[in-house]
């Protein structure tokens, strides 16, 4: 029969569970940050597009662009999909989604 842990014991262990939590959610709000990188989430929510529609929508330069998507790539946020000449990217993170879901909710929402 195992022993119940005490709560000290109990407490350490939810400080650091929530100390690597906030480590990673630290890290995804660095990432989106930068307004053009927040952006190119937002749009990719519920969508795959083309880096031409990426540019176009959000009428950021091509080298801008990629300079966002590299860091939104290395973030493992997006990924990108060849078909012919074109790229296309999607969001591969559901937790980015998630969050920007609720900034769209806390910020965006209809005056009542």
């Known amino acids: 029969m195992r022993k119940p842990m005490s709560r ?3 407490g350490e262990l ?3 569970n929530m100390a690597a939590k906030a480590e990673e959610v630290a890290l ?3 990432t989106l940050s930068h307004p053009a990188r927040l ?3 937002c749009t990719l929510v519920d969508t795959e597009l083309a880096v031409g529609e990426l540019e176009a929508m959000l ?3 091509q080298p801008h662009l990629s300079q966002h998507l590299t860091v939104l790539r290395a973030a493992r946020i997006v990924e990108p999909r060849r078909a012919g000449k074109q790229i296309y990217y ?3 993170q559901a937790k980015a989604a998630e969050l920007v879901g609720a900034l769209h909710a806390i910020f965006c929402r209809r005056p009542e």
């Open 8 to 10: 000290t014991r109990e």
């Open 14 to 16: 939810a400080a650091q």
């Open 90 to 92: 999607r969001l591969t």
């Open 28 to 30: 995804l709000l660095k």
């Open 59 to 61: 009428e950021l330069h």
């Open 39 to 41: 952006m190119i989430v």
